[in-house]
């Protein structure tokens, strides 16, 4: 045999050796990836997460009474009312003139003089008497806060035909800033007294409401909510804010014309203003009989 043949003779053995380890050592290889997940085979996928649905209910129904209290404006203080339906996506507001008086636990009581004497509180339990409602909590406001609120809306279009520095005064649709609502909100000599003042303050803030644009006051209610708070006296807490925020961010984003005013309804005796009854119960069956379920 010669010396080429007898080389060539051991090279076969040798190299099938090599492909025989190779074979053995890298299928056990990919058999251990595999086995840990690392090569090959088909993963199991994970369920994602479930995803959190929070349904709005009448349970989410809220009342608050606003109080915009101007001292330097020489202005009565501007009581406004507000009951909140976010599944029926409803808000009603209505101004309850500063002169209203009632008869409470048999003695005559005025609204503003139980706000002077006792404070928000005292303007609430006032007011639950009148409507016999419960009144859920409280916002006092000053200049400040309440022009907040108002470049948060957005500003107004509205009609103004009173002769105010600063307006048309002609009856003629015009855009309101913030610091324009808060002077016309609390300007003290319309025609027609506090009634006039209340009706209009309603109207005004009703409108600034459904002109936003409240998709976007959604997206930055976290926010403005805070900031609104810090500037304000008010019993609202961080419990009653999480507790309703997605009720309410649901009716911005899907609400159309949210907002109706109510005028509140009753009559002039001399420097007083006598609620109208019917108009109370009628209110109340309209947005509270949820309440009474």
């Given amino acids: 045999?010669?010396?080429?043949?007898?080389?060539?003779?051991?090279?076969?053995?040798?190299?099938?050796?090599?492909?025989i380890?190779?074979?053995?050592?890298?299928?056990?290889?990919?058999?251990?990836?595999h086995k840990i997940g690392v090569l090959g085979g088909e993963k199991e996928l994970s369920e994602p997460p479930p995803k959190q649905v929070t349904t709005t209910t009448y349970e989410d129904n809220h009342t608050i009474l606003f109080i915009l209290?101007?001292?330097?404006?020489?202005?009565?203080?501007?009581?406004?009312?507000?009951?909140?339906?976010?599944?029926d996506k409803k808000l009603a507001f209505v101004c309850i003139p500063s002169n209203t008086i009632a008869l409470i636990d048999g003695a005559q009581q005025n609204i503003a003089l139980s706000y002077q004497q006792g404070g928000a509180t005292s303007a609430v339990k006032f007011t639950e008497s009148v409507f016999g409602i419960t009144i859920d909590r409280y916002m006092k406001?000053?200049?400040?806060?309440?022009?907040?609120i108002c470049d948060i809306l957005g500003g107004v279009t509205y009609p103004v035909d009173e002769d105010i520095a600063g307006f048309n005064g002609d009856g003629s649709s015009q855009y309101l800033n913030a610091e324009q609502i808060d002077k016309l909100v609390t300007y003290?000599?319309?025609?027609?007294?506090?009634?006039?003042?209340?009706?209009?303050?309603?109207?005004?803030?009703?409108?600034?409401?459904?002109?936003?644009?409240?998709?976007?006051?959604?997206d930055n209610f976290d926010n403005s909510f805070n900031n609104v708070v810090n500037m304000t006296e008010t019993d609202i807490t961080a419990i009653d804010y999480k507790k309703h925020k997605v009720a309410i961010k649901t009716m911005l984003e899907r609400g159309t014309a949210i907002a109706s005013p109510f005028t509140m309804e009753g009559t002039d005796a001399d420097s007083d203003f006598i609620p109208n009854q019917?108009?109370?119960?009628?209110?109340?069956?309209?947005?509270?009989k949820e309440a009474e379920n």
């Avoid at 380890?21 to 990836?33: A, D, W």
């Avoid at 019917?278 to 509270?288: A, E, L, S, V």
């Fill in 278 to 288: 019917g108009f109370i119960n009628d209110f109340k069956d309209r947005f509270f």
């Fill in 21 to 33: 380890g190779i074979l053995v050592i890298g299928g056990g290889t990919f058999f251990f990836l």
């Fill in 188 to 218: 003290a000599m319309f025609a027609g007294g506090e009634t006039d003042r209340a009706m209009r303050a309603c109207s005004i803030i009703t409108q600034m409401v459904n002109q936003s644009d409240l998709v976007r006051v959604a």
């Fill in 1 to 19: 045999m010669s010396k080429n043949k007898k080389v060539g003779s051991i090279a076969v053995p040798y190299l099938v050796t090599i492909f």
């Fill in 141 to 148: 406001l000053d200049s400040a806060a309440f022009i907040k």
């Fill in 69 to 87: 209290d101007e001292p330097d404006k020489k202005c009565s203080t501007t009581f406004l009312l507000m009951r909140s339906i976010p599944k």
